[in-house]
């Protein structure tokens, strides 16, 4: 219906399958995902909440009766209210949750919602320096968060190892007392010490957060510490990455949900589920992405299978094997490797060369990858000294550490060609022939040549 519209969905299908996505935050949706999130849902205004009906274990049934009739504010809501409660019990399901709301637009959003629950404006939440792996949504000066709220910082000790300064987080904690502290990270390919930090948490009172953007898929596949499990109050997530699900945010709490439509209850840990409802909405959203939380409900369907264990743990042993290769090749990686999905190498002082020319000459041979600041990066924003790559996509297209050396020595060859347009082609085609082996999740079933 729409030529101009349709050839670029067109060419960027043909982008994706002749080349690899080493984004780690990105990944490649199944066709049920993909057809959920193109589905009639999107016709759908659902403001409010669905009732607890079928989830009455999460509640007190007094509370059940009362709510069950006013929770949304239009009509024609029998499917959606079924639909978000699926989403919902699957989400718990997934992290051990007692309450999910699944209708943040974004992570960004689902971070906002949770500060928004539970601080004032000024008060302060210590979260991991931008530099050292923390992201955007955790106080940097550009965002809105950071002029409302007041974000103090703890680094890593030792960049490595990549080793928390957990002494230094604890001394900051105890002398400023933040009302959030924040765990969770876009850049870090280590594993915090959950333990130790709900620990610090719990000595000053803070609320345990545990932004899991990067990482939920690989806690649903068994691959990750899961915070739950050491009394972390709130996990966020986005939905997208190595989840494996739409473009989309996700909050998970322990404790009761109560009516969120009613007067706000007293900020106490106890209410924090019905807190966070509240402050998703009405408090910052107005209407949830009906079709997205559909496409949620299919990809959290697949996360509960038994294939997504298989998937997360050759995502990690990916991971491993590719740092192992490109260390080979001389790449210096931040923390000295990876124990999770990504990788973080400091090409400057590996060959000379800066984050975002590393990133062009590998983006030209079809690998897709981004420049990255290291800690206390010495280069600006713009041209830092690092590239951030990791596995999720690329296992999802079936590739195992069978590839990964040669994904190494791509990455090293882009480098070395960087003047060397001929060879930049040659590679290029190189990396095509292997990709259009590998076919998209959502591609259509090749049928057998008779
Ligand atoms: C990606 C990410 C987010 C934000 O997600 P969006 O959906 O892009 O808003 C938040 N926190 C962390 C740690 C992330 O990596």
Redesign the pocket.
Known sequence: MDKEIANLIHEEQERQRHGFELIP?ENYVSRGVLEANGSVFTNKYSEGYPSFEGLTEWMDERIAEEILPNRRYYGGQENTDRMERVAIARACRMFGADHANVQP???????MAVYNAWMEPGDKILGMDLSHG?????GAPVTQSAQIYNFIRYKQKDTTTGEIDYDELEEIALKEKPKILLV???AYPRIPDFKRMAEIGNKIGALLMA????VAGLIVGGEHPNPFDYGFHVI???T??TLRGP???LILTKGKVGDPIKKAPPKTLENIPTLIDKSVFPGTQGGPLMHTIAAKAVAFGEALQPEFKVYATQVVKNARILAEEMQKLGFILLTGGTDNHLILADVHKSFGIDGAEAERVIDEIGLSLNKNSIPDDPLTMFKPSGIRLGTPAITTRGLTEKEMPQIAKWLKAAIDARDDEVKLAELKQEVAEMAIRFPLPSDPKKKAKK
Do not use: I, P, V
């Open positions: 935050s637009h974004s992570g960004a959003q689902a971070n923390g992201h955007l949504t955790h969770g990270y876009s932004d899991m953007a990067h966020t997530t986005t997208h990455k473009r989309g945010g």
